[in-house]
């Protein structure tokens, strides 16, 4: 099975594809399969028509080169990886502080790009600007953080030689340790002086069970598709050697194995609410629903926090289409919440249909009816006066005929101050017409959001809704879920 992995950034966009070595696949229908052989490797660059193509030497010499130049271009001091012309296929030369040369000696030279007559065989020569750079840097930073690709590739950091730094103590003093490990983000802040330089601090030592961590799950496809990979510290000022896999890089667990290791929530009243936020998540970032053949089914994993942490395609047009639907994007960023471990993980069958129709339902089901989480109002006269006015301002609200034809049902839960905090869709025709009630603009006006997450953290009082086809309005406090 040809399996492709592309790691984007705005102006910079690295495409790998391969295979899986069956000797050393555990589990061929596992997530995420891991991309052991590298058959074509692909850089593109903004400003360029043609990409840098080439196979695995081409590739291990890309990255060796763009770590060894990016810790060069930082710390000052002259990193001779950069430049090794004699035995690499990649180099870099610094043009100016904002001008860099990217070199790649080749068979070949392809049309739009410059070539250096000197050579018998003319090397391709592309100029970067600095924000082309570490875009470069990032997605070499991308791929190394997943480690479903190429594995046996690691880090191997060695501290840049004293005597490469010449006579002024002041670049010595610059220089940042290879044994540091920088995030992009900062890397790129640095480039730019957007904030002050990190502290500087060896590492300590780690054994493989401290630095283990979860990366987000992305199923292949057949069609290039965006993989989004958790940010990790960028390879500035090292040497890459494809030697064996080292506790440089995190261990990657998919859902399937996940799932072996971690309780699963089963808890209805907790599932009903993950469901929501899982359905506020993926519902706006849909903005593609036009031209599906077929239904796109998913099973997809969600910590106790909403965060999606993988999913798995369930029919052959899920696998070719992810790339329509945002779910590649959804996916939690270690850089922005602390990495999956030892978390219980809630199941969740999600739906793209064809009419544009997203369906988002547990796994199992519901073992029992759930229950609304967080602390309720429930004195019988503040509930009596909250219903009062929640229906005197969604009637106001309400205007226009109806062109649904049953009755809407909503929750719609309201603070202390008969504020609206929280609303919910019972039904599928609730779903299908929501655009014909006020909720969504007076939830947005309050919130900026119609999809914002319920508000737990202070009581609320619940009550059901109902829109009627004849446009009678029913407010009536809530009784549970039927």
């Not at 799950?217 to 050697?241: E, F, L, M, Q």
Request: with cysteine; hydrophobic share 40%.
């Amino acid at each position: 099975m040809n399996i492709q992995r592309r790691y984007s950034l705005p102006n910079c966009t690295l495409l790998l594809e391969g295979l899986s070595d069956i000797n050393r696949a555990a589990n061929f229908q596992e997530l995420r399969p891991e991309l052991s052989i590298l058959v074509n490797a692909e850089c593109y660059l903004s400003g360029y028509n043609q990409p840098l193509v080439g196979g695995r030497e081409f590739f291990e010499s890309l990255v060796r080169a763009v770590s060894a130049y990016a810790q060069e271009f930082l710390s000052n001091v002259t990193n001779p990886q950069a430049h090794n012309q004699e035995s690499e296929l990649v180099e870099f030369q610094k043009i100016d502080s904002n001008q860099h040369r990217l070199i790649v000696h080749s068979e070949s030279s392809p049309e739009n790009f410059e070539s250096n007559s000197n050579y018998p065989k003319p090397p391709i020569q592309i100029d970067l600007t600095t924000v082309q750079l570490f875009d470069l840097v990032e997605a070499v930073d991308q791929f190394f953080a997943d480690t479903q690709t190429l594995p046996e590739l690691s880090l191997e950091l060695q501290p840049v030689t004293r005597r490469y730094g010449g006579a002024s103590s002041a670049f010595i003093k610059q220089a940042i340790p290879a044994a540091v490990g920088v995030s992009s983000l900062a890397v790129a802040a640095i480039a730019f002086n957007l904030i002050p330089p990190p502290e500087v601090r060896p590492p300590e030592p780690k054994s493989d069970e401290q630095t283990s961590s979860t990366i987000p799950s992305v199923t292949p496809s057949a069609s290039p598709s965006v993989t989004p990979i958790a940010a990790a510290a960028i390879p500035t000022p090292a040497a890459i050697a494809a030697t064996p896999a080292s506790t440089t890089k995190p261990t990657v667990t998919d859902l399937e194995a996940l799932l072996n290791t971690v309780a699963e929530i089963t808890d209805a009243s907790q599932l009903r609410a993950l469901n929501r936020q899982v359905y506020n998540q993926i519902h706006p970032a849909w903005t593609n629903r036009l031209g599906l053949k077929q239904e796109l089914i998913y099973r997809i994993g969600v910590a106790a926090d909403g965060a999606i942490v993988g999913y798995k395609a369930l029919n052959k047009e899920a696998n070719q289409g992810v790339g329509q639907t945002p779910l590649p994007n959804l996916l939690y960023n270690p850089a922005n919440r602390a990495p999956i471990s030892n978390e219980p993980i809630a199941q969740f069958r999600v739906v793209f249909t064809r009419q544009g129709v997203l369906e988002v339902s547990p796994w199992r089901g519901y073992f029992r009816t759930p229950e609304v989480v967080g602390e309720k109002i429930t004195d019988s006269k503040t509930v009596k006066g909250l219903n009062q006015r929640l229906y005197k301002a969604v009637r106001q609200s309400w205007s226009g005929k109806p062109t649904f034809t049953r009755d809407l049902k909503y929750r719609v839960a309201v603070n202390k101050d008969g504020v609206i905090a929280d609303y919910e869709p019972l039904n599928q025709v609730a779903f299908d017409y929501f655009r014909e009630t006020p909720l969504p603009k007076m939830f947005q006006a309050i919130y900026g959001s119609n999809v914002a997450a319920p508000n737990n953290k202070e009581p609320l009082a619940h009550f059901q809704v109902l829109f009627k086809p004849s446009g009678t309005l029913e407010v009536v406090p809530w009784q549970g879920y039927q």
